[in-house]
């Protein structure tokens, strides 16, 4: 069973910064893709970044996040991380690590979610 474990939301105020981690735990073979999403107060989930890594490495961003996050993946360990910075007010959200085509010793996962971890932005 594998299983996406997310840490570091919290409080900031507007203009400061906060890190996301998230670890994939479980007997993992490979990962394809890793990423976060987000689901604002009253809004539909939305991807903020993503990461793939085959011969090459691609990274997506939400236009709204470009420049101020950054993602990152450490293939080794399994994790995912999210440098956010002069976070604002509508950065507020749940965010979500998914990964996609995750494999281990006996099952290959299409999709697989975090719980969510809430970032708040206060003005």
């Known amino acids: 069973q594998v299983q996406l474990v997310e840490s570091g939301g919290g409080l900031v105020q507007a203009g400061g910064s906060l890190t996301l981690s998230c670890e994939a735990k479980?007997?993992?073979?490979?990962?394809?893709?890793m990423g976060w999403y987000r689901r604002a107060p009253g809004k539909q989930r939305e991807l903020v970044a993503t990461m793939t890594i085959t011969d090459t490495t691609t990274t997506r961003y939400a236009d709204s996040v470009k420049c101020r996050f950054i993602i990152s993946r450490d293939n080794a360990r399994n994790t995912v991380s999210l440098q956010m910075k002069s976070l604002e007010p509508a950065d507020t959200a749940v965010y979500f690590c998914?990964?996609?085509?995750?494999?281990?010793?006996?099952?290959?996962?299409?999709?697989?979610w975090g719980q969510g971890t809430l970032v708040t932005v206060s003005s």
């Open positions: 998914n990964a996609v085509g995750v494999t281990d010793r006996t099952t290959e996962y299409l999709q697989l």
């Open positions: 479980g007997d993992i073979e490979s990962i394809s893709v």
